[in-house]
Nanobody, 124 residues
Framework: VQLQASGGGLVQAGDSLRLSCAASGRSFSTYTVGWFRQAPGTERDFVAGITWSGGTTYYAESVKGRFTISRGNAKNTVYLQMNSLKPEDTAVYYC??????????????????WGQGTLVTVSS
């Protein structure tokens, strides 16, 4: 499975962005997918995750109510809609896939595949 994250950019506080994670590989549609982010000098943190069916989603407290994770109809693309962006959301955002299909993990270790990251910069 190969993951390609895209959609990052430079925006102002309060703006919105939608990130996409496109995957190749037949099994991706059955994987749980997570978004993580890493600001300079910090650890990579969980942002949001979704199971293969889309039936279960999980968010970090810092983004709850502002970000929405979803899967495309073909389930080979996962989106992260980010609204009301804040300067503290500035980071490189990574998508990752976990072969576990029933649980969303909020730690790095369970994820088997990672995309290259897309930079989101929010100016004040």
């Amino acid at each position: 499975v190969q993951l390609q994250a895209s959609g990052g950019g430079l925006v102002q506080a309060g703006d919105s962005l939608r990130l996409s994670c496109a995957a190749s590989g037949r099994s991706f549609s059955t994987y749980t997918v997570g978004w993580f982010r890493q600001a300079p000098g910090t650890e990579r943190d969980f942002v949001a995750g979704i199971t293969w069916s889309g039936g279960t989603t999980y968010y970090a407290e810092s983004v709850k109510g502002r970000f929405t994770i979803s899967r495309g109809n073909a389930k080979n693309t996962v989106y992260l809609q980010m609204n009301s962006l804040k300067p503290e959301d500035t980071a490189v955002y990574y998508c990752a896939a976990d072969r576990n299909t029933t649980v969303v993990h909020n730690t790095i270790a369970p994820y088997d595949y990672w995309g290259q990251g897309t930079l989101v910069t929010v100016s004040s």
